[in-house]
Every structure is written in C-alpha cells, then in structure tokens.
C-alpha cells in the first residue's frame, strides 16, 4: 500500500528518456554500449562484461552504489541474466569492503549476486569473505593495486560442487576479481565463471569510481 502511494507521489521515470514507470526502460538498455574490447584475465574460465562503463548503465550503477537506490540492483541483474549461461552450482557475490558496507547499510554486489540467483533459480552462496579491508584503490598504480587487494578474501562454510558464477558490479584492472577467484579456487572451487555490469573502455586504472 505504501509503496503504491510512493510509486504515485514519486513514479519511476527512466534515467536515459524519462519513460513512465522504469528504473531503466528497456530502450535505454538496448542502446547503452555493450562491452567488447579484450577481457583482464583474472583465473576465470569464463568472463562476461554486459557494458561499457558510460551513459546510463553507469548513471545506474552510481545510483545503486551511492545514492540508496536499491531498486537499481535488480534492472541491472537482468542484463547479467541475459549474458549467462544458466548451469552454475550457486550464484557467489565478490563483497565489498566492510567499511563500505557499514557506510552504506548494504553490500550492492550481494543485491545484485541475489537477483541473479533469484533470475536463475539458482542457490545464493555467501561463502566469499572479505579477510581484511583494503584501502581505496583509485590513487594507487596497477601494480600497488595487486598488492593491496593480495590475499583480501577467504570462504566461510561449505563449498559448492560444480561450477560458480561470482557476481561484480565494476571491473577496472580485474586484481580484486582475480584475488575473490584465487579464495575460491583454494576453497576446492576450480570452475569459477565472473558476471560484470561493467568496465571502463580507456584507462579504467584511472576510474574514480573503482572496484569495491
Ligand atoms: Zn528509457
């Protein structure tokens, strides 16, 4: 009923054109620049990138990860959605720092992590932890960002069997991704596929608004 009366006041209007009643209408998602340039390799077996990091997939992005609006994680997990394959044991978030996470009241990565499992009918697995915080990254080289984010992450609990699919928001030089697969990896995990909205076309090193 709330809600009804908040969509009332305040409608969803889409962030590229304005359409009535959409976060992000399927328009503007259709023509926001899909990702094509060469992939960092980070362990993974497979690495899908749904974007280049630019107009309204990073207007949503930022919107999700700064701004409280939650809503955003489940539009942008749909394209996530449409890029996979559907045959994953579990569906694994890459978390953000806690300092982050306690500044924000939630981690954006797990909201998308869980819509994308919720999409595929697939368990979601909380088991990839953060072991310590690492510092923010947008003032280090790529070389300092390697070794800030070297073993940052550990699994809690039991490990899936079959293959994993890690969920992320941004990739930008891909060390912290390449850490999370390295954790999972050690956890028995040996088949890790990563599912990105996004990375940067020029100079992601120089991204302001970076992983985590
Ligand atoms: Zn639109």
């Known amino acids: 009923m709330f809600e009804r009366l908040l ?10 054109c304005g359409k009535l009643g959409h976060l992000v209408c399927a328009a503007c998602l259709a023509r926001a620049p899909r990702y094509s340039d060469p992939l960092p390799d980070v362990g993974a077996q497979h690495v899908y990138v749904c974007f280049v990091y630019t107009a309204v997939i ?3 992005l930022l919107l999700l990860k700064y701004c409280g609006k939650r809503r955003y994680a489940r539009v942008l997990a749909t394209t996530l959605v449409d890029t996979v394959p559907r045959a994953y044991a579990g569906v694994v978030a890459l978390p953000a720092a806690e300092s982050r996470i306690a500044h924000r009241g939630y981690d954006q990565a797990v909201l998308l992590a869980q819509s994308v499992a919720d999409d595929l009918q697939l368990p979601y697995c909380p088991g990839l932890v953060r072991t310590r915080d690492t510092t ?13 984010v070297a073993a940052a992450f550990g699994w809690r609990g039991p490990s899936l ?24 990896k050690a956890a028995g995990m040996l088949e890790v596929d990563v599912a990105v909205v996004a990375r940067g076309k020029t100079n992601p090193s120089r991204s302001n608004e970076r992983e985590g």
């Open 7 to 16: 969509q009332w006041i305040y409608p969803d209007l889409c962030i590229g």
């Open 58 to 60: 990073r207007q949503a």
């Open 136 to 148: 923010a990254q947008a003032h280090l080289s790529r070389q300092q960002r390697a070794h800030n």
């Open 161 to 184: 069997s079959g293959r994993v699919l890690l969920i992320d928001d941004i990739c930008t030089t891909g060390a912290t991704v390449r850490e999370a697969i390295l954790a999972i």
